[in-house]
């Protein structure tokens, strides 16, 4: 977030004078804006700021969210073991360092990776990340083959579909590569190959491919696109490489549907993000991207760090990263297994249809995503209502449900929409309870804007 200075500390100061922000342990107020003159005993810091993030919402509760928030004890000890940890310090702690490695590698595996001595990769601290270092080897990849060609450099584009992750318009304006956004249509929310088609060209850098969209959870066609690109390759020469933005799918396919090709199965794929804190079960920030093969991460983008005396590459935007959350992702590898992914996946795709014909049977929406690959169900308002998803988001925050509503992108902006992303803790039994909770919510929304026609402000949640 981008802080700017906050102007109600002088308010907030004159009315506490005769109410200190004081407790058992401690008798003066504390300044938030700038820095305190003393100290404090470490119950009182700790106590202010616990009390005060009870504000926050039960990330149980949480359905607008990929991101775990729940991991076993065992792996909790171990991020705890590992949080004094820089990861960067690969003299100090070579060993977070192998672990790293053989994770990129059980990585490439999962991803049908073709040859298996020749791939590389990196963790990152998410999919944004991931995707950013992606996207800049692609561009130095057709520089480097324009420059060979004697061909002008200076106009890169990249296209990808409006219904990417705010990550994709970052990556093209900070490195500075014409973004080609394919909209959606009004009852499509994805890409076709044929707008990809239309809009590459000599000076495209990749195409993106999201596995399921942020949007609603849907995939991009991305066997039809990589079968355009190869014909593409054939007629024209023109060999423009995938990027497959993995961020949910990428612990869920693989378990789920291991006979759908979508990872480097595909010609035209050459390199996949993902997020280790979505589906691969680890809390935040963990990501991993996987390149097919070792010559597409240019030389000129790696730095070299001292490592016993041998010099390592490294490939990162951030040089210090934490430790913790792959130690933590290697637990899950070793304690789950295939297997153990597979069945919780499982268990996640079955109460995400569960939730559906739920939804369903409210009889107030029409589905958009019936979880069809991956754990992710949205809806809209099948006929409109003298309220709205925003207050009905506004009205389940009463129960401590945090359900995303938000408009789609630009063509479908006057659709509203609202998401659940069922994670692992959202069971069966729960799916009941946020069902009935939604009847009641509509129903007393029904009820007070009868009585009362003023409306909730509008607002919605970030999507992440
Ligand atoms: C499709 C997609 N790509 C990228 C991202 C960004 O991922 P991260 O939060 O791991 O940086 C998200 C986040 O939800 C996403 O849904």
């Known amino acids: 977030m981008v802080s700017k200075k906050i102007k109600i500390e002088k308010m907030a100061g004159s009315q506490r004078k005769y109410a200190g922000n004081s407790n058992r342990f401690m008798d003066n107020d504390v300044p938030k804006y700038r820095f305190p003159e003393g100290r404090m005993e470490p119950r009182s810091a700790y106590q202010l700021i616990h009390d005060e993030l009870n504000l926050d919402g039960n990330p149980g509760l949480n359905l607008a969210t990929f991101v775990t928030t729940w991991m076993e004890p065992e792996a909790d000890k171990l991020i705890l073991e590992n949080l004094h940890k820089n990861f960067i310090d690969h003299f100090e702690y070579p060993q977070v360092e192998v672990i790293e490695e053989r994770i990129v590698n059980i990585m490439a595996n999962l991803y049908n990776i073709p040859d298996k001595d ?35 450099f200076d106009r890169p584009n990249i296209v990808f579909g409006a219904d990417t992750h705010i990550s994709w318009d970052k990556f093209a304006r900070y490195f500075d590569v014409e973004p080609r956004i394919i909209p959606i249509a009004k009852n499509r929310y994805t890409i076709t190959a044929d707008d990809v088609r239309k809009s590459v060209d000599e000076n495209t850098i990749a195409v993106g491919v999201v596995l399921g969209t942020t949007f609603t959870g849907e995939f991009d066609p991305v066997v039809e696109v990589n079968n355009m690109l190869i014909e593409l390759k054939k007629t024209t020469g023109l060999d423009i490489p995938i990027h497959v933005d993995a961020a949910s799918a990428g612990f869920i396919t693989p378990f789920h549907e291991p006979d759908f090709p979508w990872d480097f199965r595909l010609e035209q794929v050459k390199s996949i993000n993902t997020s280790g804190h979505k589906y691969g079960l680890v809390y935040p920030g963990l990501g991993w991207l996987i390149f ?13 760090v001292n490592y016993l005396g041998d010099e390592m590459p490294t490939y990162t935007l951030n040089f210090s990263e934490g430790s913790s959350m792959i130690v933590a992702q290697y637990y899950n590898i070793i304690r789950l297994g295939f297997e153990g992914y597979r069945s919780i ?6 109460n995400a249809h569960y939730l559906t014909e739920k939804i369903r049977k409210t009889g107030y929406f029409d589905v958009l995503n019936d979880a069809t690959h991956i754990p992710v169900v949205t809806f809209k308002f099948h006929e409109e209502k003298n309220f709205d998803l925003f207050d009905l988001s506004y009205k389940l925050r009463e ?66």
């Open 292 to 304: 097919r093969n070792e010559k597409m991460l240019p030389e000129n983008l790696k730095f070299y």
């Open 345 to 350: 996946v499982e268990k996640m795709m079955g």
């Open 399 to 464: 129960r401590g449900w945090i359900v995303p509503a938000y408009s789609l992108p630009k063509n479908a902006d006057d659709t509203t929409i609202m998401r659940v992303v069922v994670r692992e803790n959202f069971t069966a039994d729960m799916v009941d309870i946020f069902a009935n909770d939604i009847d009641v919510a509509v129903k007393s929304l029904k009820v007070k804007l009868k009585k009362s026609p003023e409306r909730s402000p509008r607002q919605g949640h970030g999507v992440s």
């Open 118 to 152: 020749d791939f590389v990769g990196t963790s990152t601290i998410g999919s944004s990340e991931a995707i950013m270092l992606g996207l800049l080897a692609h561009k130095w990849n057709w520089k480097e083959k324009r420059i060979k060609a004697g061909k002008p």
